[in-house]
């Protein structure tokens, strides 16, 4: 098994476009504090109309608003070329596009089938390699959909192989509303192997199955601090793996993942004032016993 993992700290735009809209300055508040964690990548906002997901009205002015941490990779979501091209404009040079592999949930998050995103995506490749940016195309509902149920892997690894095929940088398999399993993880990774695996855990499964990628050998993850976050167009889609419990379980295996375990609590903690609720993190309600030392 590997000796370093890469999370992607999520909760700024993931997490966060499932809770009620907060302030921009607890926006702001939240990425500084979690570009001091030691973290290396962060999915920082997400360029989509203000109509479609209000939480995300004020990308730019977070973005602009926010420190830049030369030592953590920052990226941002994007629906359409129109999205595309606001984050290349605010100086975004990793770039993510989601496309659903059931058709019923890509006409509910995006408002078109997968076969049209798919073209959609077709032509955003050069316009974003022209800027100097990547692309990583996540595939959403990838191990099943709330609506279509089982997802059948090969429809996946269609969908795998188009995206390279246009050119995209970086794949990655997203379990949108937590139906993964071990079995389902080992069953799609049989085939087709992504860079990067975002999972739920809705259903109680998540720090099984990043288990199970680890064996399988996937060494990129999404997370999100709390455990906040989930998709509004996926009914129960609640609940991202808590970034805190993923580094606790990865680090007391010998498992680096260069994550300040004590300052990623106390994020966790913030986010919990600016949140104004009880977050789902067994760590943080677990106490400082359970924290590695």
């Not at 607890?26 to 504090?33: E, M, N, P």
């Not at 984050?87 to 496309?99: K, L, N, Q, Y």
């Not at 692309?135 to 090969?154: H, R």
Request: charged share 25%; glycine share 10%; aromatic share 4%.
């Amino acid at each position: 098994m590997t000796d370093t993992v890469s999370i992607r700290e999520v909760a700024p735009r993931d997490g966060l476009q499932n809770e009620e809209p907060i302030a921009t300055d607890h926006k702001v508040r939240l990425i500084d504090a979690l570009s001091r964690t030691g973290v290396q990548r962060i999915e920082a906002v997400s360029f989509v109309h203000p109509k479609a997901i209000p939480q995300m009205a004020d990308a730019d002015e977070v973005w602009a608003r926010s420190w830049h941490n030369p030592d953590v990779r920052y990226s941002a979501l994007i629906p359409n070329t129109r999205g595309a091209e606001r984050a290349i404009r605010a100086g975004f040079r990793e770039i993510e596009v989601v496309v659903s592999a059931s058709d019923t949930h890509n006409r509910r998050n995006l408002n078109r089938s997968t076969d049209e995103s798919l073209d959609d995506i077709t032509g955003l490749i050069p316009l974003i390699h022209a800027a100097g940016a990547t692309l990583e195309v996540i595939v959403a509902t990838s191990f099943g959909c709330p609506f279509e149920g089982d997802i059948d892997p090969k429809r996946v690894a269609s969908i795998v192989e188009r995206v390279r095929a246009d050119g995209a940088d970086r794949i990655a398999f997203g379990d949108t509303t937590g139906m993964a399993t071990p079995r389902r993880v080992r069953d799609l990774l049989s085939g087709v192997r992504p860079d990067l695996l975002h999972f739920h855990n809705t259903r109680g499964t998540g720090l099984a199955n990043v288990l199970t990628a680890l064996e399988l050998g996937v060494t990129e993850f999404d997370a999100s601090v709390g455990g906040i976050g989930g998709c509004p167009y996926a009914p129960g889609a609640s609940g991202n793996i808590a970034t805190e419990e993923v580094v606790h379980m990865l680090e007391d295996m010998g498992i680096s993942t260069g994550i300040d375990l004590e300052k990623l609590i106390a994020v966790a903690e913030l986010a919990e004032g600016l949140l104004g609720r009880t977050l789902p993190s067994g760590v943080l309600r677990a106490g400082p016993r359970t924290r590695l030392v």
